[in-house]
């Protein structure tokens, strides 16, 4: 099965060896996008929602290098650093999911950087 590499333009280098989107048979699969710049620097230190806001348009931007939309995404995992974000994160998420909402999973765990609030990974049907 072909896979094609999705990296958006404009796109800093990651940290380890991946790629920001990997597409294979329509299905593209979304890497675990922290609140970077383009540098690997955090954003938005401390505040939960902004650093939400910040990582789905990075999901975002890489689902319409695909050509999809955020439509397509149909399962987010999502990892926390504190659950005390749990509800600031769920009411960006909401703005970016306003329809039939992904199926999804949030855990708690410690993230690459200490700064970093949450991770999410997306799975988006794209041109089905």
């Not at 979304?30 to 955090?42: A, E, Y």
């Not at 348009?57 to 926390?80: H, P, Q, R, W, Y």
């Not at 999973?105 to 993230?111: K, M, V």
Request: charged content about 20%.
């Amino acid at each position: 099965m072909p896979k094609q590499s999705i990296i958006p333009a404009g796109s800093g280098k990651p940290l380890a060896p991946y790629v920001p989107g990997s597409m294979a048979d329509g299905v593209l699969y979304v890497s675990g996008t922290l609140p970077f710049d383009k540098d690997n620097n955090v954003v938005h230190v401390g505040d939960a929602a902004a650093q939400t806001r910040h990582v789905l348009e990075t999901i975002k931007g890489v689902v319409e290098a695909a050509g999809g939309s955020m439509d397509d995404v149909t399962f987010n995992m999502i990892m926390l650093t504190d659950w005390a974000n749990y509800a600031k994160v769920n009411e960006v998420y909401a703005e970016y999911f306003p329809g039939e909402k992904p199926a999804r999973y949030c855990i708690q765990c410690g993230l690459v950087k200490p700064d970093a609030l949450i991770e999410i990974a997306s799975i988006a049907h794209v041109g089905q």
